[in-house]
């Protein structure tokens, strides 16, 4: 059992290292797996426990104790509106938006990948959409999450068959192999094409050295606390180029009003030139 100081400090922790909003989130099942946690790890109290780590936050037995609370639930061209609207719209418009005509260099951010379903999803829209030319140009997906395990399995690239519906193992089998134990594989040359990297979404800058054409950061700021969440808005508006585009989930809306984005679609917004 958790004392009720340990779980005060739990959800204080996680809310300013994280952005995580866990008042709502403490069900009895992450409860069983905190008390496994603190066996495992013989924790005494919890508290003392982090503020150990306070300033630790990549320690791994920290992120094990918030792979706890994360929720990876993805899969391959969830909202797929939103992946016809990318071809349809948004990379063309990106493209116009390019300095040197002549060269494609097209910047795109999976934030919060999981397990790689979105990242290889944008991947192949991008194939689709390109074709044979796709590798002339520099494209590629860099994605970012905080989940050490969901990483993994997106380097990976392997999925089970069986949970792919039968429509979507069409669309991408031109891009996987089946494995000998039944599994697809993304092939070896699409999986080059995405560079998994850990980033924590809650940080105070982000590390990158260019701005960003489209940013995905579907379904994970709907966890977040209001400040996180804004901070998190005002950090990704930053990481955009003029007239670049982001996609929410589909029922999600920006929070923040003090930026000049038009709104496009449910979930889709084009930063303002
Ligand atoms: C529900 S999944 C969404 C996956 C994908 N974007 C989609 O829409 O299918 C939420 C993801 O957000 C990640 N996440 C939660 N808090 C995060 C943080 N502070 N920084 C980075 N990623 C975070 C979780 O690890 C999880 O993989």
Redesign the pocket.
Known sequence: MLTEKETCALIEFTNES???DLSENLKPIALSELNKFKKINRIRDLQDFLNKFKYELQDSKILDL??IF??????FF??NRQFDVLKSEVIPECLTLMEQKNIIDLRIW??????G??AYSILVALMEYFGDEYWKTTCGVMA????RK?LEIASKGIYETKKIDKLIRQRISEYTEEQTDGKLRFRENVRKEANFKE?????KTFPFKNKFHVI?????LI??NKD?RLA?ENKIFKSLLAGGFIFL?DAEVLSSKDHNFEQLGNGIYRKKI
């Open positions: 994280f952005g995580l918030l792979e994360l929720i990876p639930h993805t899969n969830r909202n999976s934030a919060g990948c999981s397990t379903e979105e970012t999450d905080i989940s969901s980033l924590n979404l809650n940080s995905f950061c579907r379904n994970i966890y977040f996180s998190a989930g």
